[in-house]
T-cell receptor, first 113, second 115 residues
């Protein structure tokens, strides 16, 4: 079946620290991969995406590379800010899922000054 | 551009009562989704509409949940009767189409507490 596994949180980092949130997936075919972010009190919004193997999605200093050989899509940022505090969700979607989205359980990030 | 609108923002009911949620997607978005997000979990799809037709409702507990999307625009999700385990955030999302790589736009959600 289709599923997404994320590293469990919560994650607490100091400002300017390096961030990695691990995400691995199980899917048939070639899904598109996404990272969504949910800031406190707000709805989920797309952070970045990649639609094929070796693609790198990037936005707001965050990056993730679609690794088919390791079925991974890890989220990274070189220097986090307090404003990055949020819950991050990894997700997949594709024609073999009926274009339905499958989400991970979310990883809560808190960045302290 | 207006986003996905949902109401109410919060709802508290007792078990066995009924409740309804409303969603207005982004104008022109043909695909509408309802998700259930239980605390500590990722969103789980309840139902997906393409225009006013149902594409996928395989995970909708049809004995108590119902949803409709009249005229292919607004949608309502109803729970009757509610159970304690229905306490969750109900998210509405829309997209231009269900195509590969198409992103979802989410509303702020309705937080339901069943006592």
């Amino acid at each position: 079946g289709n599923s997404v596994t994320q590293m469990e949180g919560p994650v607490t980092l100091s400002e300017e620290a390096f961030l990695t949130i691990n995400c691995t997936y199980t899917a048939t075919g070639y899904p598109s991969l996404f990272w969504y972010v949910q800031y406190p009190g707000e709805g989920l919004q797309l952070l970045l995406k990649a639609t094929k193997a070796d693609d790198k999605g990037s936005n707001k200093g965050f990056e993730a590379t679609y690794r088919k050989e390791t079925t991974s899509f890890h989220l990274e940022k070189g220097s986090v800010q307090v404003s990055d505090s949020a819950v991050y969700f990894c997700a997949l979607s594709g024609s073999n899922t009926g274009n339905q989205f499958y989400f991970g359980t979310g990883t809560s990030l808190t960045v302290i000054p | 551009e207006a986003g996905v609108a949902q109401s109410p923002r919060y709802k508290i009911i007792e078990k066995r009562q009924s409740v309804a949620f409303w969603c207005n997607p982004i104008s022109g978005h043909a695909t509408l989704y309802w998700y259930q997000q239980i605390l500590g979990q990722g969103p789980k799809l309840l139902i997906q509409f393409q225009n006013n037709g149902v594409v996928d409702d395989s995970q909708l507990p049809k004995d108590r949940f119902s949803a409709e999307r009249l005229k292919g625009v607004d949608s309502t999700l109803k729970i009757q009767p509610a159970k304690l385990e229905d306490s969750a955030v109900y998210l509405c999302a829309s997209s231009l189409s269900p195509g590969r790589g198409e992103k979802l736009f989410f509303g702020s959600g309705t937080q339901l507490s069943v006592l």
